[in-house]
C-alpha cells in the first residue's frame, strides 16, 4: 500500500513523529512518503484560508496519515486550511493525530483531532483512527503506543 503522511510542523515535533511512522510502515511493507504543508509566510494565531507555498497532492496515496500541532486549543491554521482547500478524499483510508504542548487533551487536543476528523470526512474519506501525543517527558512511551496502534489500520 502507498502511504503518505502528510505533515505541518513549525518547531519539528509532529515532524519526529512522522519519520518514526514511516520507518514502522516501511519495516511492514508499505511505500511510504512524508510530504510538508508549507505556509507562504508567517501564519497568525486564527489566520483563516492560508495561502501555501508547498500544498501536497494526494491522488497516487492509497491512505493517508495527516499530523499537526495544536495551536491556540485548536488545529494548527496551516493544516485546517489546507484540509479545507483538498478537493476530494473519497474512499481514502486516513488517520489523523497532533502533538501538543499542554498536559490535558481538552486543552486543544479533542477540538484539533475533531475538526481534522469532521473536514476529512465532509471529502469522502473514512478516519479509521485518530491519536494526541502530549509532548511531555513521557511521549516516547506514548510515540510508541499511537506507532502499535496505527500499523494494524493500514
Ligand atoms: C503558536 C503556538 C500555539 C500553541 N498552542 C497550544 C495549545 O493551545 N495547546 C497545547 O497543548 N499546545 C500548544 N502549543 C504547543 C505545540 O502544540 C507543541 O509544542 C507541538 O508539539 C508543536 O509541534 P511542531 O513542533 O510540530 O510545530 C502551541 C505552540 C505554538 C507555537
Not at 1 to 8: D, T
Not at 124 to 147: A, L
Amino acid at each position: 500500500m502507498k502511504i503518505g503522511i502528510i505533515v505541518y510542523s513549525k518547531t519539528e515535533n509532529t515532524y519526529s513523529v512522522a519519520e518514526k511512522l514511516q520507518e514502522k510502515f516501511q519495516e511492514n511493507g508499505h511505500e511510504v512518503e512524508i510530504e510538508r504543508v508549507i505556509p507562504a509566510g508567517e501564519v497568525p494565531p486564527r489566520a483563516k484560508n492560508v495561502e501555501f507555498q508547498s500544498k501536497p497532492e494526494l491522488k497516487s496515496y492509497d491512505a493517508l496519515i495527516f499530523g499537526a500541532p495544536v495551536h491556540a486549543f485548536s488545529l494548527a491554521p496551516p493544516m485546517k486550511s489546507y484540509l479545507e482547500q483538498l478537493d476530494s478524499l473519497q474512499d481514502k483510508k486516513i488517520a489523523c493525530f497532533v502533538t501538543k504542548g499542554l498536559r490535558f487533551n481538552w486543552t486543544g487536543g479533542n477540538q484539533a483531532i475533531g475538526k481534522m476528523k469532521k473536514i476529512c470526512e465532509s471529502k469522502g474519506g473514512k478516519v479509521v483512527g485518530t491519536d494526541i501525543v502530549v509532548w511531555n517527558k513521557s511521549k516516547d512511551q506514548k510515540i510508541d503506543e499511537m506507532i502499535r496502534k496505527f500499523a494494524v489500520l493500514f
